[in-house]
Nanobody, 122 residues
Framework: QVQLVEAGGGLVQPGGSLRLSCAAS????????MGWHRQAPGKERELVAA???????NYADSVKGRFTISRDNAKNTVSLQMNNLKPEDTAVYYC????????????????WGQGTQVTVSS
């Protein structure tokens, strides 16, 4: 199995910054795309940003220019730098990874972290 553990959430004032990090561990054979989703109360989970092994990135329109996703392939980590945070960014942020294990090296599945709360409020 693959485990994802997030860190870095918290309370920040509007206009502030936070950096989320996520580390993948377990019987990892390979990881393709990694990314972040978020879910606000009463809303569906939505994509925030994603990054491939070649560091090609994809962002939700609402965070373009404010958030930056990055990864370290050697360490199986992904980070999300969030700047100029807005109250509407308040949500639980989930790390995810499309990964295959040594037991099933051709079977890529999407794994999720437990989530970390980000609250933007004055």
């Amino acid at each position: 199995q693959v485990q994802l553990v997030e860190a870095g959430g918290g309370l920040v004032q509007p206009g502030g910054s936070l950096r989320l990090s996520c580390a993948a561990s377990g019987s990892i054979f390979s990881i393709n795309t990694m990314g972040w989703h978020r879910q606000a109360p009463g809303k569906e989970r939505e994509l925030v940003a994603a990054i491939t092994t070649a560091s090609n990135t994809n962002y939700a329109d609402s965070v373009k220019g404010r958030f930056t996703i990055s990864r370290d392939n050697a360490k199986n980590t992904v980070s999300l730098q969030m700047n100029n945070l807005k109250p509407e960014d308040t949500a639980v942020y989930y790390c995810n990874a499309m990964a295959a294990t040594y037991y099933s090296p051709n079977d890529y599945r999407k794994y999720w972290g437990q989530g970390t709360q980000v609250t933007v409020s004055s």
